[in-house]
């Protein structure tokens, strides 16, 4: 298993992690509890879109996707936000899957331009999505996880474009 932990000043969890866990400690986990986990027998295309610690389950629907069988012949788009360059990830994750360029795909955007060296898109990530995706939403399976503010936006987005329900995967993470 991978985690991709953030300390979180004053974070119970995250103090307790980094402070206290010594390698070799066990450590109990429990979950998942959320809905955002792959399903390979739809035989549509997937996108995954990751606002914050998102990236996670995000990361894991990738690797999942990479290591299917079921999936060959299918391409993933993988959307990460962050509020500037420095909140982007994944992508060094994705990049060592197989299909890394050609049936995953990464679309990274900042919400707060002004970093002059960021070349990328600009905008939330649920607009970035709409905006790419708009006329054909309803051919994908979605996969979304982040804040509550992102998820919900990113809902509103497809249930406005007609995705069914069904289609919709997501968590959101406070």
């Known amino acids: 298993w991978d985690f991709q932990i953030r300390k979180k000043p004053g974070g119970e969890a995250t103090t307790a992690l980094f402070e206290r866990v010594k390698p070799g400690d066990t450590v109990y986990i429990d979950g998942p509890y959320g809905h955002a986990y792959l399903r390979e027998d739809p035989a549509r295309d997937l996108i995954c879109v990751a606002g914050g610690s998102g990236v996670s389950p995000m990361l894991s629907v990738a690797r999942g996707f990479a290591a299917s ?97 069904t289609q919709q995967h997501f968590d959101r993470y406070f």
């Open 69 to 165: 069988p079921k999936m060959r012949g299918r391409t993933l788009h993988f959307f990460m936000g962050g509020r500037a360059p420095r909140d982007i990830c994944g992508e060094a994750e994705l990049c060592v899957l197989p299909g890394w360029g050609k049936s995953i795909r990464f679309h990274p955007a900042i919400s707060e331009p002004g970093d002059e060296t960021w070349t990328g898109r600009s905008g939330f990530i649920h607009e970035v999505v709409r905006d790419t995706h708009s006329q054909n939403m309803p051919e994908f399976e979605w996969y979304f996880a982040g804040p509550p503010p992102m998820v919900n936006a990113m809902a509103d987005v497809l249930v406005k474009a007609g995705v069914p329900l």
